[in-house]
Each structure stands twice: as structure tokens, then as C-alpha cells.
């Protein structure tokens, strides 16, 4: 998972912030799989992470999802 996002995440840190924008929404797309799907919070964490680094600083996440509470 970590190499998929940083293939995703390193090239377009050098972009725009339109251009980053379907990157991001292709990343929350994964999140949500990643929810649903994954029993590692790992996978979770490096997605989110990928998306911060593209300047989306945006709510990770529904509250009572997967993940939510520690």
C-alpha cells in the first residue's frame, strides 16, 4: 500500500493545487475501500497521510466508521 500511495503522492507534490485534486479524491476513494476492507490501520494511516501531503486537510473520514475510536 505505502508504495501505491507514494507512486501516486511524489509526483504530484510538485503540482498544482488543481491538478492534485483528482489525486485526492482517487486517494479518499481508496480510504473508503480501505475501511471497509483492510484490518490493518496501517493502510488507513498512509492513505490519509497521502492526502495531507497534497494539501487536503479535510475531515479523514465518517466519525462512526472503521478505525474511528482507539
Do not use: W
Not at 484490518?39 to 501531503?53: K, N, T, V, W, Y
Amino acid at each position: 500500500m505505502a508504495d501505491h500511495v507514494a507512486a501516486r503522492v511524489t509526483p504530484a507534490e510538485k503540482m498544482g493545487p488543481r491538478a492534485r485534486g483528482p489525486i485526492i479524491t482517487y486517494l479518499r476513494d481508496l480510504e473508503g475501500i480501505a475501511r471497509r476492507e483492510c484490518d490493518s490501520r496501517q493502510s488507513f494511516q498512509i492513505i490519509a497521510s497521502g492526502c495531507h501531503l497534497l494539501g487536503d486537510m479535510s475531515t479523514v473520514g465518517p466519525a462512526d466508521g472503521p478505525f474511528s475510536r482507539n
